[in-house]
């Protein structure tokens, strides 16, 4: 591997982000070897939360508008109601996630992340899950959405909520090899 492989994205807005959908899959991705790294759309910190109550808060690594698809071995979209929802609102954001899809690169989406799936316009014909209330929405973009703990289609690995993390992150670190 060289270190451009061992580098695995985490997407993610300035807030709204579910705690475990980021903490638990950067775990995962860093006990098998890889080097997690932070993007979001601004530089600083992003604030985390259990639910609706704030938790932790981390630094950015890189600014997705500086970042580049090719430095990545992996995309991870946590998720969280806010977070997705703002991060579908940002150009350089959508773009980037549409840019991975279309590299052929695992791209692990949980809970509410694949509302930014949806924004990119990635999903026709592709089967994947997410948090119940995305169901309309995903088959709207031409997904077709199945209730199931984990989904891989492709190169696109999806889940329900955090109950369903080891799973996930079982799935995404098989998909890093």
């Not at 530089?43 to 109550?53: A, I, K, N, P, R």
């Not at 909520?161 to 079982?170: G, I, S, V, Y």
């Amino acid at each position: 591997m060289n270190t451009t492989q061992q580098k695995v994205a985490f997407l993610v807005a300035a807030e709204g982000i579910e705690s475990a959908e980021l903490v638990d899959p950067w775990q995962a991705v860093a006990d098998a070897g890889y080097q997690p790294v932070l993007i979001s759309p601004n530089d600083g910190t992003v604030q985390l939360f259990e639910h609706l109550d704030k938790a932790d808060t981390r630094p950015v690594d890189v600014v997705v508008a500086d970042a580049s698809v090719g430095d990545y071995a992996a995309l991870v979209l946590p998720g969280g109601v806010a977070n997705p929802d703002a991060l579908r609102t940002d150009d350089d954001a959508v773009s980037f996630v549409r840019d991975f899809v279309g590299s052929g690169k695992p791209v692990a989406a949980i809970c509410h992340a694949p509302w930014t799936l949806v924004e990119a316009e990635v999903l026709r014909g592709k089967k994947l899950t997410s948090w119940p209330s995305l169901r309309t929405d995903i088959r709207n973009a031409g997904g077709d959405w199945v209730d199931q703990e984990v989904v891989v289609d492709g190169n696109l690995i999806t889940s329900r909520n955090p109950d369903d993390l080891p799973a996930f992150n079982a799935a995404l670190v098989k998909a890093l090899g």
